[in-house]
């Protein structure tokens, strides 16, 4: 392997989450010195992954199947939806066990800078989902930052015509703070402590 291929593969790591270039030189060190026992495995399974996963048309979460084991679990309350920015909070919110309802992704915020409109978002489709009979309460459970809030402010006057009720998360989500970092009792009170959306 030549230089600019590592050179390469430093710069793809350091794009990843949490790795600046230092980090990624140390990730991509430790890659190479361990070829067989975790390199080829790890190319292999982002190759098979890369093709398996499929994000869902109903919720937006990313899964094997479609739709995803969420939305085809009959045994979740089918009354609420969960509305969080991306993925990673609704993994945060199904690693603490404590939410059994549906979820509805909007893949982001609205945000004026960024350019990210209500277009942008899956907002019409939440509205949709929002309608149905069955749907008696919508939880908005986006981060508790400027977008955020603003975005949740959005959404409850979209659906103020819905037969829902539309609540978001209370105490314990700190302001600044995001779903994917906070521990499980944290959630518990934000969840247990939702209120009324006021719009």
Known sequence: MSKTEIDDL?????????????????????LLRKRESLMIPLSQKLS?????????PICGNLDTDSPCNICSDFRR?????????DVG??????R?????????????????????GPDELHIPKLVERASQIEVKEVILATNA??????TAHYIAKQ????????????????IGGE???????TLLTALNGRKPVAY
């Open 10 to 30: 430093i710069i793809l790591l350091a794009k990843l989450p949490g790795l600046g270039p230092r980090s990624a030189r140390r990730v991509a060190l430790h």
């Open 48 to 56: 098979d992954i890369m093709n398996a996963i499929k994000t869902c």
């Open 77 to 85: 309350d089918q009354s609420i939806i969960c509305v969080v920015e």
């Open 89 to 94: 909070d609704l993994w945060a919110l199904e």
């Open 96 to 116: 603490s066990a404590l939410y059994k309802g549906l979820y509805h992704v909007l893949g982001g915020t609205l945000s004026a800078l960024d350019g990210i």
């Open 145 to 150: 930052t400027i977008d955020g809030q603003s």
């Open 159 to 174: 659906l103020a015509d819905a037969n829902s009720n539309i609540s978001g998360l209370a105490h314990g989500v700190p």
């Open 179 to 185: 779903l994917d970092y906070l521990d499980d009792g």
